[in-house]
């Protein structure tokens, strides 16, 4: 008996036929290596950072504990931003007008970053499950992101622990940011 495609059995003998079997069948060239990129991700305290990121690694999220000490680590952040390739901006939808000013106010010194500055940025309006929660469109606006983020990549989306596909959605349009910067350098 002979593999498809190989030759025939005159042509061959059974230990080469068997090399070439295994050759068309398990030596084809491994998949090309995905991009790797170094993103750094921040937001105030309470916006579901690490609820987001549990979830998205598929690692189970109940009872996830609120990173302790966040307030006080928010002026060594900039301490991450070198070899960034790209910003994720988690803020929580259903904040309080004063806990809004504070995270639109961090976004802004994010934008203006000398190390951030021409980088894509993912901004997660979180929490959109909850009654509270402010539309995208809303937080687009009290934001001012078509004001400040003019000429920059950016994407502003809705997300919930609850609803994964919508994260998920949102880090394949970063992607998407980041491989488009790979491929047109000179476009920022």
Request: a negative charge; charged letters at 20%.
């Amino acid at each position: 008996m002979c593999c498809p495609g190989t030759g025939t059995v005159a042509d061959s003998t059974v230990e080469e036929r068997g090399v070439m079997c295994l050759q068309k069948l398990c030596c084809k060239a491994p998949p090309p290596p995905r991009p790797e990129y170094d993103v750094v991700c921040i937001g105030l305290s309470g916006a579901g950072k690490t609820s987001l990121l549990s979830r998205l690694c598929n690692e189970i999220s109940d009872g996830t504990v609120p990173t302790t000490g966040a307030e006080t680590i928010k002026k060594y952040w900039s301490r991450y931003y070198q070899g960034s390739q790209g910003v994720v901006f988690v803020l929580n939808s259903a904040a309080s007008d004063e806990e809004m000013e504070a995270s639109r106010s961090e976004l802004h010194l994010a934008l203006q970053h000398p190390q951030l500055c021409t980088l894509p940025f993912l901004v997660l309006a979180n929490h959109q499950d909850s009654p509270a929660a402010r539309s995208v469109s809303e937080i687009r606006k009290f934001f001012e992101l078509e004001l400040l983020a003019r000429g920059k990549r950016w994407i502003l989306a809705g997300t919930s622990t609850n609803n994964m596909e919508d994260v998920k959605e949102s880090f394949s349009q970063l992607i998407s940011l980041l491989e488009e910067k790979e491929v047109l350098p000179s476009r920022i």
